[in-house]
């Protein structure tokens, strides 16, 4: 059973950066595409970014494009998500998950999904 743990989330004053982290145990990360998604409370979760497996193909969803980068060590099971230039409404619980199905950018096409980890942006 693959477990995915995010870590890495915190209190981040406006313009800061941060790096999250999402590694897996149970089983290799390397064979899969992954992605980081974020959720609000009372809001659905929504895509963030993804990584191809081999690291070759980045995608981003508009709002973070340019500010956060998604990367990956598959030889330490790891997925990364820089985050620079924060801003308020980076505010959320963010996910990592395993990308099953195309098009890879809705909540049901990935499964596996970490507890998330909380990132907060104060101004």
């Known amino acids: 059973q693959v477990q995915l743990v995010e870590s890495g989330g915190g209190l981040v004053q406006a313009g800061g950066s941060l790096r999250l982290s999402c590694t897996a145990s149970?089983?290799?990360?390397?064979?899969?595409?992954m992605g980081w998604f974020r959720q609000v409370p009372g809001k659905d979760r929504e895509f963030v970014a993804r990584?191809?497996?081999?690291?070759?193909?980045?995608y981003y969803e508009a709002s973070v494009k340019g500010r956060f980068t998604i990367s990956r060590d598959n030889a330490e099971n790891t997925v990364y998500l820089q985050m620079n230039g924060l801003k308020l409404e980076d505010t959320a619980v963010y996910y990592c998950?395993?990308?099953?199905?195309?098009?890879?950018?809705?909540?049901?096409?990935?499964?596996?999904w970490g507890q998330g980890t909380q990132v907060t942006v104060s101004s």
């Open positions: 149970g089983h290799t990360l390397s064979s899969y595409l």
């Open positions: 998950a395993i990308g099953v199905r195309l098009p890879y950018y809705r909540v049901g096409d990935y499964d596996y």
């Open positions: 990584i191809s497996w081999s690291g070759g193909a980045t």
